[in-house]
């Protein structure tokens, strides 16, 4: 009792509910016992709606627990809500920056909120700024910061008054590869500088990974917590490589060994290989039996194998993943005769001018027919600008374009009809269902009827999604299944997908490329943005951007080779191609 009591957040059978629009009550946290250690930093894990967030704001005081007991810096953190608050530093998924206010007025506007004096702001500001690499920004409205320096900026405003306890929601979603490490570093540092406790939830294993502790929270519950290097060492033995045959593409491999979910617990491409964890030595023979031909061998395991292995073996051997009857989604012009060397896509010297800046700088590339085509890129790099262009909802300053046979200068509309487009921030109407958000979606792209009544139903189906259920009541996961359900209502040609798993855990991006190999496999050609450095294993090709440049353009093990050092993985190559070009071709502000 004497540990826990030293123990900056110890939390003994929390039970936190919620009702819901229809009336229904939702158990977000259920008998949930734990206690975190003084200057360390303690990753919360866990699959989307595993009640993260929930718990976070019941630690900040924010919301109070149904059932249990919460202490936090020794005080109760329902009766003493106040006290905590004015110790504690809380940034949000969503943190509350003032983009018509330059970065130095948004840090004042904080340090006023926190009573800051005057006296104590310049040698704050100017650590601050040098942690965060800001200071030549100071004078920027936070509108016109990259993706990856407005969530530095609010680490920042977070830290205007060094904390007790420092907590931090899932801050590196939607952040590029280099700026979610310089985020991570930048925290580690001031663990290991200040002794600062922090909590960090996160989407990403390979920060928890490199945490010094670690809980993971499924359904409400702690699944298992622990040192994640003695967690990971529990699937030893357990983890394959395993090579495709000559020709086989190794997200093929992946949906084969992902669909023998009684001996496999996670499959993943990397390195042109495919790593599997069997569900026991018994499995690993079974495995191997099973792909014949295919060459494997014992690898090291990560804590991602560990966590995706926990997560299978409480969801039994069925899984959770939805198999599709892909024959009523792939359009029969996607699956015609023409070959898989058939360009689809053609951009040449594309050009595209905000005023004097310059987004995409004569960008070049093709894309073939049933590719997976991913664009990569740090944030502003000119990714999502390309996207617009080639779906026609931006037009070109110069240079040439053609989708689906039509040029875009000429037969935009003519284009739109074959494409489906997911956006990063997908457009649901909470209030509807999501029958009647397809309904919606559907009569926008031209179906009428018994033929748009015929597709939702079948949407609903190949998606296991609750037609009747309200928008607003879905989980992460389950909205960017209804975004590309409703994308391919008009069975497009061509699907556009703007960082699709943005936010979601690796349990639901696993689910979603099954979907996309499956699409690709039947002949739709995907194009997809990411900051998930993995999922560029899952493309044929991918472009890396920067600064509106394309820096490089091959297959994942080609861009690999590219790199200079000795890059591990596509996020380690992601990284020195960024840097390599900014250092070559001058910074990236």
């Not at 997976?372 to 790099?381: E, K, Q, R």
Request: glycine share 10%.
């Amino acid at each position: 009792m004497s540990e826990k009591l030293l123990s900056p957040v110890c939390a003994e059978g929390l039970g936190k509910r919620f009702r819901a629009s229809d009336g229904s009550v939702v158990q977000a946290l259920s008998d949930v016992s734990f206690s975190i250690s003084p200057g360390r930093l303690t990753a919360l894990v866990g699959a989307d709606g595993a009640g993260k967030s929930t718990l976070l704001r019941l630690v900040c005081g924010l919301l109070e627990a149904d059932e249990g007991r919460l202490a936090v810096l020794g005080l109760d953190a329902g009766r003493d809500a106040l006290q905590i608050q004015s110790r504690i530093s809380y940034m949000p998924q969503r943190f509350g920056l003032y983009e018509d206010l330059t970065v130095r007025e948004n840090m004042d506007l904080y340090a006023d909120l926190h009573g800051i004096p005057a006296s104590d702001r310049p040698a704050r500001y100017e650590r601050l700024l040098a942690m965060t690499d800001l200071a030549a920004f100071t004078e920027r409205p936070a509108g016109k910061l990259s993706g990856g320096m407005k969530q530095k900026l609010g680490l920042a405003c977070t830290l205007v008054r060094l904390p007790d306890l420092l907590i931090l929601d899932e801050p590196s979603v939607g952040v590029d590869p280099l700026s979610r490490r310089e985020l991570w570093n930048i925290v580690r540092d001031l663990v290991r500088d200040e002794r600062l406790t922090v909590i960090w939830a996160s989407s990403y294993m390979d920060e928890a990974e490199k945490a010094d502790e670690v809980i993971v929270l499924h359904e409400g519950r702690i699944l298992t917590e622990g040192v994640p290097d003695e967690l990971t060492r529990t699937v030893s033995g357990l983890v394959l490589g395993v090579r495709p045959l000559p020709g086989e593409k190794p997200r093929e491999l992946q949906a084969l060994l992902h669909e023998m979910k009684d001996v496999v617990l996670d499959a993943v491409p990397e390195g042109g290989r495919v790593n599997a964890v069997a569900r026991s030595g018994q499995a690993r023979e079974i495995i191997e039996q099973r792909c014949g031909g295919r060459r494997t061998e014992l690898r090291a395991p990560r804590f991602e194998d560990f966590f995706m292995a926990r997560l299978r073996q409480s969801a039994g051997a069925g899984g959770s993943s939805v198999i599709i009857d892909y024959q009523d989604i792939v359009p029969a012009r996607a699956q015609e005769d023409g070959g898989e060397s058939e360009a689809v896509i053609e951009v040449k010297d594309l050009l595209r001018k905000f005023g004097n800046f310059v987004a995409v700088d004569r960008t070049s590339f093709s894309v073939r027919r049933g590719e997976i085509f991913g664009l990569l890129g740090p944030n502003g790099a000119g990714k999502t600008t390309t996207f617009r262009m080639l779906c026609g909802l931006l037009p070109a300053t110069d240079g040439c374009i053609r989708v689906a046979g039509c040029d875009l200068r000429r037969a935009r509309a003519r284009a739109r009809a074959r494409i489906g487009y997911v956006a990063q921030k997908f457009s649901l109407y909470g209030n509807l269902t999501i029958a009647q958000n397809l309904r919606f979606f559907g009569g926008a792209y031209g179906l009428r009827g018994g033929e748009l009544e015929q597709r939702i139903e079948q949407m609903t189906s190949l998606f296991d999604l609750p037609a009747g259920a309200a928008a607003d009541r879905l989980t992460m996961g389950h909205k960017r299944r209804l975004a590309i359900a409703a994308a391919l209502l008009h069975r497009p040609q061509i699907l556009f997908l703007d960082e699709p798993t943005s936010g979601i855990d690796p349990v639901s991006r696993r689910d979603f490329w099954y979907l996309i190999t499956r699409l690709a496999r039947d002949g739709v050609t995907v194009i997809v943005t990411t900051h998930f450095m993995e999922e560029a294993e899952y493309c044929d090709r991918v472009a890396i951007q920067d600064a509106g440049r394309l820096l490089a353009l091959g297959s994942p093990e080609q861009i690999l080779r590219r790199s200079s050092g000795e890059a591990r993985d596509m996020n380690e190559a992601f990284i020195a191609i960024v840097r390599e070009g900014r250092e070559s071709g001058g910074g990236h502000g």
